[in-house]
């Protein structure tokens, strides 16, 4: 086995993997012994199938196979011990490749095309300056949280009528062109409809004021312009809708509304543990202090995207643009053309780019992402689900199991190592420029991410 790398460039490089009969003959020798033992076939005993029918049948399968491992094993033990920080994945070498004929050949030469990621190194001070903007945690934006807080523990009241947003349940009776009820049509017992869901604002305005008791006719077509909503509510197929009058009658039942919690201790004793927060002032000064936190990660993420903007920018460098582009397409064959790819091109270019300074960040740096730090943003990001449908206490436990399940996912972990790096380098980014530190508004801070 001989393998060797010619560049071609600074960006560009082959590597040629040379295959001798020793490298594979043994391995196809003892693969097609397996199948002699195993094989079973019509006029022979199993076991006692000839060889040279074995070889016949199987060789030429068996050899490509075995090729095939020895110089995928070959090609990644020597990007891995040259410590070859390539781009994309090898692709085979259209100009140097040579046709092969494995009924006649016992020795391989197999040439592949890399590209290289430029060697960069990453150049910043105290003389950099770089914006670090903070939310001002104001009266406005307290007001907003304990809202959300008083909706998030709110519960169903009765209403008398219909107003915008409340739930209506009732019967639904199929109704003939002459606005009589169809004898055996579709009809729905204690239908929920929903005024949110409701398309059509005529519908709306029909319904708002209703009470409970009246009789309506309702064209359910226009009030459900989606057809999978409106076959779920009606229990039916979809198929039906364009086949069968949708003209209902629907007789109000009950009308229900969410209904906010008030500001109270049962409220506080609900959100943050019982006798944790006593009263209304404790309850705005947690919630500056969740403000705060929260908004600070927004403030440190702004911070990354403008040190990726900035480092874009700065950095020069060139790239194997050619084979970046003959990758992508080989990679994507039948879903992406020339076409599309010069289109999305320049910001293709830009992401390789950033992904190499990332590296380049990671490598000069030493910075290093243990597992424990994963596992803790994984709980972190399962207890915020589970908050955000108003479970604030749960169990350590339970917490744990889910967040082992998110890491089983590989592209879950891929996500969170990289949230972890992105954290680490937005530290570094905190810890050695010049900050220039800029309070905004709620809603100013929010339309920096419109650019």
């Not at 082992?404 to 790096?421: A, H, N, P, S």
Request: glycine fraction near 4%; aromatic fraction near 8%.
């Amino acid at each position: 086995m001989q393998v060797t790398k010619e560049n071609k460039d600074d960006l560009n490089a082959t590597i040629r993997i040379r295959v001798e009969k020793p490298d594979y003959d043994q391995q196809v020798t003892d693969k097609l012994k397996d199948y002699k033992k195993k094989a079973n076939m019509p006029g022979f005993r199993p076991g006692m199938v000839p060889m040279g029918l074995i070889k016949r049948m199987y060789y030429k399968p068996v050899l490509l196979e075995e090729i095939n491992r020895v110089v995928s094993e070959s090609l990644t033990k020597f990007i891995d011990d040259e410590n070859l920080n390539i781009l994309g994945k090898p692709l085979t070498s259209k100009e140097e490749q040579k046709e092969i004929d494995f009924d006649t050949q016992e020795s391989f030469e197999f040439v592949f095309d890399i590209g290289l990621a430029p060697e960069i190194e990453i150049d910043f001070s105290n003389k950099d300056k770089f914006p670090y903007y903070v939310i001002d945690a104001d009266k406005d934006l307290l007001d907003k949280h304990a809202d959300s807080y008083a909706n998030q523990y709110g519960e169903m009241s009765d209403g008398e009528e219909v107003q915008e947003e409340d739930v209506i349940k009732g019967n639904l009776s199929q109704l003939g062109e002459e606005g009589d009820i169809i004898d055996g049509g579709i009809t729905v017992e204690s239908a929920s409809l929903s005024m949110r869901v409701i398309k059509d604002e005529d519908i709306k305005k029909q319904l708002t004021g209703s009470k409970i008791g009246e009789v309506l006719q309702i064209d359910m077509k226009k009030a459900y312009p989606s057809e999978a909503e409106l076959a779920q509510l009606l229990g039916i197929e979809k198929e039906k809708i364009e086949t069968e009058p949708m003209n209902f009658q629907l007789t109000i039942e009950e009308i229900s509304r969410w209904k906010k919690a008030e500001i109270n201790q049962e409220l506080f004793d609900k959100a943050f543990g019982e006798g944790l927060i006593n009263s209304e002032e404790e309850f705005r000064t947690r919630l500056k202090e969740e403000i705060e936190k929260a908004y600070a990660q927004n403030s440190d993420y702004k911070l990354f995207l403008d040190t990726k903007e900035k480092m874009l920018d700065k950095v020069k460098t060139d790239l194997p643009e050619d084979f970046i582009r003959r990758w992508l397409l080989e990679s994507n064959e039948g879903k992406l053309t020339e076409e599309d790819l010069e289109k999305d091109f320049s910001k293709i270019k830009d992401d390789i780019k950033w992904q190499i300074i990332q590296d380049a960040f990671i490598k000069q740096f030493e910075l290093k992402v243990e597992p424990s730090e994963v596992e803790e943003l994984a709980r972190q990001q399962v207890l915020m689900q589970f908050r955000q449908y108003g479970m604030a206490h749960v169990p350590e436990e339970h917490l744990k199991n889910y967040a082992g399940e998110m890491l089983k996912k590989d592209e879950e972990r891929r996500r969170l190592y990289e949230q972890k790096f992105q954290e680490k380098i937005t530290q570094l980014v905190k810890e050695t420029v010049k900050l220039e530190e800029k309070k905004l508004k709620e809603e100013e801070f929010s339309k920096l991410f419109e650019k």
